[in-house]
């Protein structure tokens, strides 16, 4: 199982990126999709999650309102729209799979992790 998180950058403040996952090896829509992340010092905290199906999504409150988590299913491909990034976003993201129907949000609920993808915002 490979997944692949690419699209992270240096952005300013009040700026957009867009994340992408690509999954390779397991069967997608098996699988809820969920994005992480890591700032330096600090513990790998929830952002958002997808259903296998796309109907249930979830968010961090943190994230709730700029942050869009989407997924294709054809393309083996989940993403995560950022809008109105601030300073405080500042992490390494990591993209993850947890096998089954839910929308998960521990750690220990999903089986497989990315590489991670380092998105900076400055002020």
């Known amino acids: 199982v490979q997944l692949q998180a690419f699209g992270g950058g240096f952005v300013q403040a009040g700026g957009s990126l867009r994340l992408s996952c690509a999954a390779s090896?397991?069967?997608?829509?098996?699988?809820?999709m969920g994005w992480f992340r890591q700032a330096p010092g600090k513990e790998r905290e929830f952002v958002a999650a997808i259903s296998w199906s796309g109907g249930s999504t979830y968010y961090a409150d943190s994230v709730k309102g700029r942050f869009t988590i989407i997924r294709d299913n054809v393309k083996n491909t989940v993403y995560l729209q950022m809008n109105s990034l601030k300073p405080e976003d500042t992490a390494v993201y990591y993209c993850?799979?947890?096998?089954?129907?839910?929308?998960?949000?521990?750690?220990?609920?999903?089986?497989?992790w990315g590489q991670g993808t380092q998105v900076t915002v400055s002020s």
């Open positions: 993850a799979a947890g096998e089954g129907s839910g929308t998960y949000y521990y750690l220990y609920e999903y089986d497989y």
């Open positions: 090896g397991l069967t997608f829509s098996s699988y809820c």
